[in-house]
């Protein structure tokens, strides 16, 4: 594997009913695949982050622990009310703080069912942090929507960094008519990196990894089954 490969967006098993592997694996993983950094994005949590630096220390910090979050954030637009996932990635320690109080906040004052931060409590801490879209985000159902192309390229512009998903990501929103087709999905994907290269933001190619080995990804069935 190519050295410079870095992962960013990692789930371990503090994303609740979600993640299989420990933070410890991803980052023993990451060194065997001789990457330099790998961010651990579970949603909601961030208590998997001591677990991620001693395993980045026992390897004399080789490997890089990039702190981070897939959150829900809530934005008001249209005349609706959106919920969408985002991942936000600390930029040093003030970046760290910040999401900490971003997260406390979004399991104490805007706790609904699930953690919410609203998208302006995000744009109050952005100075410190890497922001980016998820890979089925609000950017993905806004060209899957047909919206106008202005409203898209309003939409990337909030991003510092885009991703997009292997297809096999998307399969569960085909078979339960969410997406049309292979077809639609594989346009959309073309979409958000012409976008990347218009609006000069890096795109990145990310797993939004759940599991390392297919036999976790079993066991991620059973987890998910009570879901």
Same mark, same amino acid.
């Given at each position: 594997?190519?050295?410079?490969?870095?992962?960013?967006?990692?789930? %371990?098993?503090?994303?609740?009913?979600?993640? #299989?592997?420990?933070?410890?694996?991803?980052?023993?993983?990451?060194?065997?695949?001789?990457?330099?950094? #790998?961010?651990? %994005?579970?949603?909601?949590?961030?208590?998997?982050?001591?677990?991620?630096?001693?395993?980045?220390?026992?390897?004399?910090?080789d490997?890089?622990? #990039?702190?981070?979050?897939?959150?829900?954030?809530?934005?008001?637009?249209?005349?609706?009310?959106?919920?969408?996932?985002?991942? +936000?990635?600390?930029?040093?320690k003030?970046?760290?703080?910040?999401l900490?109080?971003?997260?406390?906040?979004?399991?104490?004052?805007?706790?609904?069912?699930?953690?919410?931060?609203?998208?302006?409590?995000?744009?109050?801490?952005?100075?410190?942090?890497?922001?980016g879209n998820?890979? @089925?985000?609000?950017?993905? @159902?806004?060209?899957?929507?047909?919206?106008?192309?202005?409203?898209?390229?309003?939409?990337?512009?909030?991003?510092?960094?885009?991703? +997009?998903?292997?297809?096999?990501?998307?399969?569960?929103?085909?078979?339960?008519?969410?997406?049309?087709?292979?077809?639609?999905?594989?346009?959309?994907?073309?979409?958000?990196?012409?976008?990347?290269?218009?609006?000069?933001?890096?795109?990145?190619? %990310?797993?939004?990894?759940?599991? +390392?080995?297919?036999?976790?990804?079993?066991?991620?069935?059973?987890?998910?089954?009570?879901?």
């Amino acid at each position: 594997m190519d050295k410079h490969r870095v992962e960013l967006s990692v789930h %371990t098993n503090m994303s609740t009913r979600d993640g #299989i592997n420990t933070a410890s694996e991803y980052v023993k993983e990451a060194f065997n695949n001789s990457m330099p950094a #790998i961010a651990i %994005t579970d949603h909601g949590s961030v208590q998997a982050f001591p677990e991620a630096y001693d395993a980045s220390k026992k390897l004399n910090f080789d490997v890089k622990v #990039i702190y981070g979050v897939e959150s829900v954030y809530t934005k008001e637009f249209d005349e609706r009310k959106g919920h969408y996932n985002i991942s +936000i990635l600390a930029k040093n320690k003030q970046g760290l703080k910040d999401l900490y109080q971003l997260l406390s906040d979004a399991h104490t004052k805007y706790f609904d069912k699930y953690a919410i931060t609203p998208l302006e409590e995000i744009e109050k801490y952005r100075a410190n942090l890497i922001i980016g879209n998820d890979a @089925f985000g609000e950017l993905f @159902f806004a060209i899957i929507e047909e919206e106008s192309e202005d409203k898209i390229r309003e939409i990337a512009s909030f991003y510092d960094y885009l991703q +997009i998903h292997p297809l096999e990501y998307y399969v569960y929103y085909v078979i339960n008519d969410v997406v049309g087709s292979d077809e639609e999905i594989i346009s959309a994907i073309k979409k958000i990196i012409s976008l990347g290269d218009e609006l000069g933001i890096p795109v990145v190619a %990310t797993d939004d990894a759940h599991f +390392i080995f297919s036999d976790d990804g079993e066991s991620r069935k059973v987890i998910q089954y009570k879901k």
